[in-house]
């Protein structure tokens, strides 16, 4: 069974500042997808940012990019000059390529950025 | 567009009593599912529809059933509702290949 840790349960951070959250996944497999999610006070669930395991090249998505090391089993989320918007839950996910479609969450990690 | 929706947003129900949720997506995506998320845990996935008349359980089915009435709407029902299933319940859909899942709004579900 595919298992995703967080292992940062809060992080704040200034506004303008950088922050990287953490994320560390187990399988056996190779082919799957990585997903990092944002959960707003609305709750609403928000794609981030999305990278395929057999890209070597790190997905980015305007002020986010991630950090993936196939060989650790890491996937980190580089935020670039925080805003105030980016308050949230972060939640990091995996996903198997073969039409096994069972999205597996992390416990999340609790954004905050300070004005 | 409104992507997937969810009704309704709030509902305060008593152990004991029956109600059904309601998802509807207009992506056209094949795939559906259901997940609910408890406080300090990410989501947890209650059932699955790959398509169009198939359904699958989760990780956490018991207590829940769901119909997959057409291709755009997919339902949870829960028959005896227990204060173990307080919750907040997504619907997601996506395609089969990318596997990016899209998220409804949520429901938040108190059992007295």
């Known amino acids: 069974a595919q298992t995703v840790t967080q292992s940062q349960p809060e992080m704040s951070v200034q506004e303008a500042e950088t922050v990287t959250l953490s994320c560390t996944y187990d399988?056996?497999?190779?082919?799957?997808?990585l997903f990092w999610y944002k959960q707003p006070p609305s709750r609403q669930m928000i794609l981030v940012i999305r990278?395929?395991?057999?890209?070597?090249q790190n997905a980015t998505e305007n002020r986010f990019s991630v950090n993936f090391q196939k060989a650790a089993k890491s996937f980190s989320l580089k935020i670039s000059d925080s805003q105030l918007g980016d308050t949230a839950m972060y939640f990091c996910?995996?996903?198997?390529?073969?039409?096994?479609?069972?999205?597996?969450f992390g416990t999340g990690t609790r954004l905050t950025i300070i004005p | 567009n409104a992507g997937v929706t969810q009704t309704p947003k709030f509902q305060v129900l008593k152990t004991g009593q029956s109600m059904t949720l309601q998802c509807a997506q207009d992506?056209?995506?094949?795939?559906m599912y259901w997940y609910r998320q408890d406080p300090g845990m990410g989501l947890r996935l209650i059932y699955y529809?790959?398509?169009?008349?198939?359904?699958d359980k989760g990780e956490v089915p018991n207590g829940y059933n769901v119909s997959r009435l057409n291709k755009r709407e997919f339902s949870l029902r829960l028959e005896s509702a227990a204060p173990s299933q307080t919750s907040v319940y997504f619907c997601?859909?996506?395609?089969?290949?990318?596997?990016?899942?899209?998220f409804g709004p949520g429901t938040r579900l108190t059992v007295l």
């Open positions: 997601a859909s996506s395609e089969l290949r990318p596997a990016t899942q899209y």
């Open positions: 399988t056996s497999e190779n082919n799957y997808y």
């Open positions: 990278q395929e395991a057999y890209k070597q």
């Open positions: 996910a995996f996903i198997l390529n073969f039409g096994n479609e069972k999205l597996t």
């Open positions: 992506m056209n995506h094949n795939s």
């Open positions: 529809s790959a398509s169009e008349g198939t359904t």
